[in-house]
């Protein structure tokens, strides 16, 4: 009996994945997307299917992802994306804009989980070092040579030289100092938290809009000219032990052209290590500490904002209210 082929059998052993992928590979992309449609009520689907392959990434994040935005938050989308386009991509790509329309950024991309206590001005005014007084002991003279005062020796010259302060002996040896190009690192102080709700970002609940007028709330009256659009009050609320925050989430028309960024620019404001919830950045910028929040919201007793927000790169917002303390 002749052996089949090498041939026979390299089609033989590619035939299961062929057959898991054939039906989507012979399908063309208009088809595709006419499934992909159906799915759009969950945004969550669009995110699973996006991992299958680049293919379906592709056509989720280019062309489901755009439809989506432009009958979901058409005003939206005609500002930041104005026609003709200058540029044909909304900054951060229109998978990201989608995600800021329907998602939460969670407890951890909101800052609500940020270790520092200061919330940020440990990076305008230097960390919390301990001031350590240098001023050292001053040590009794030392007695002069009996011979040169007196010619007599006595047994009280000899036990006074034996039991004198011996400097050398008295004080602690200095610990060594770090070379003057070491990053000295202090440990941070940390707050306990007992979280229940949601750290990462999740599906938002609520009504899944964007305002400007929600926007105009947020910024101090000087960067009133300037164009954000945040999602409608009260955003998603999560229940904590020690008190309840309303998160939100929004993004900047233009965001290099706008008086903010002239603002953080301009003070050269450091980022901190938080990564957008939305796109690609791994840093963004404080806009609480860059004073660039209205001011009359205040503080809690314990010292964290009433409100916080942060941006990255390409404007995107993320951020949380808390409930205005009320002083008797």
């Known amino acids: 009996m002749s052996q089949p082929s090498s041939s026979s059998s390299s089609s033989s052993s590619s035939s299961p994945a062929m057959e898991s992928f054939g039906a989507f590979v012979v399908l063309s992309d208009d088809l595709v997307l006419k499934i992909l449609a159906k799915l759009e009520a969950d945004p969550r689907d669009w995110a699973r299917i996006s991992c299958v392959s680049s293919r379906f990434s592709t056509l989720v994040s280019n062309v489901c992802c755009r439809s989506k935005c432009s009958r979901s938050i058409p005003s939206v989308v005609s500002d930041l994306v104005p026609l003709p386009p200058s540029s044909p991509d909304p900054p951060g790509g229109w998978a990201s804009l989608h995600k800021l329309s329907v998602c939460c950024p969670g407890l951890l991309h909101a800052?609500?989980?940020?270790?520092?206590?200061?919330?940020?001005?440990?990076?305008?005014?230097?960390?919390?070092?301990?001031?350590?007084?240098?001023?050292?002991?001053?040590?009794?003279?030392?007695?002069?040579?009996?011979?040169?005062?007196?010619?007599?020796?006595?047994?009280?010259?000899?036990?006074?030289?034996?039991?004198?302060?011996?400097?050398?002996?008295?004080?602690?040896?200095?610990?060594?100092?770090?070379?003057?190009?070491?990053?000295?690192?202090?440990?941070?102080?940390?707050?306990?938290?007992?979280?229940?709700?949601?750290?990462?970002?999740?599906?938002?609940?609520?009504?899944?809009?964007?305002?400007?007028?929600?926007?105009?709330?947020?910024?101090?009256?000087?960067?009133?000219?300037?164009?954000?659009?945040?999602?409608?009050?009260?955003?998603?609320?999560?229940?904590?032990?020690?008190?309840?925050?309303?998160?939100?989430?929004?993004?900047?028309?233009?965001?290099?052209?706008?008086?903010?960024?002239?603002?953080?620019?301009?003070?050269?404001?450091?980022?901190?290590?938080?990564?957008?919830?939305?796109?690609?950045?791994?840093?963004?910028?404080d806009l609480h500490s860059a004073f660039c929040l209205r001011r009359v919201f205040g503080f809690h007793d314990d010292g964290e904002p009433v409100v916080r927000a942060y941006v990255c790169e390409n404007g995107h917002v993320s951020g949380a209210w808390t409930e205005r303390p009320m002083y008797t």
Request: proline share 9%; hydrophobic share 30%.
């Open 111 to 285: 800052g609500v989980l940020l270790e520092h206590s200061d919330f940020g001005l440990e990076l305008e005014i230097g960390p919390d070092l301990p001031f350590l007084p240098r001023n050292k002991p001053q040590a009794p003279p030392l007695p002069s040579d009996p011979s040169s005062t007196s010619s007599s020796w006595s047994l009280f010259d000899d036990l006074y030289l034996d039991t004198v302060y011996d400097v050398s002996e008295s004080q602690i040896p200095p610990a060594p100092q770090p070379p003057a190009d070491a990053v000295v690192q202090t440990p941070c102080r940390k707050r306990k938290r007992q979280l229940s709700g949601h750290v990462d970002s999740h599906l938002a609940s609520g009504v899944w809009n964007l305002s400007r007028e929600q926007g105009n709330k947020l910024l101090a009256s000087r960067f009133r000219g300037d164009c954000l659009y945040i999602c409608d009050w009260p955003g998603c609320l999560h229940v904590e032990e020690k008190r309840n925050y309303m998160l939100f989430r929004g993004v900047f028309k233009d965001f290099k052209r706008s008086r903010v960024w002239r603002t953080i620019n301009d003070g050269n404001r450091s980022k901190i290590d938080l990564c957008c919830a939305f796109c690609a950045c791994k840093e963004t910028w």
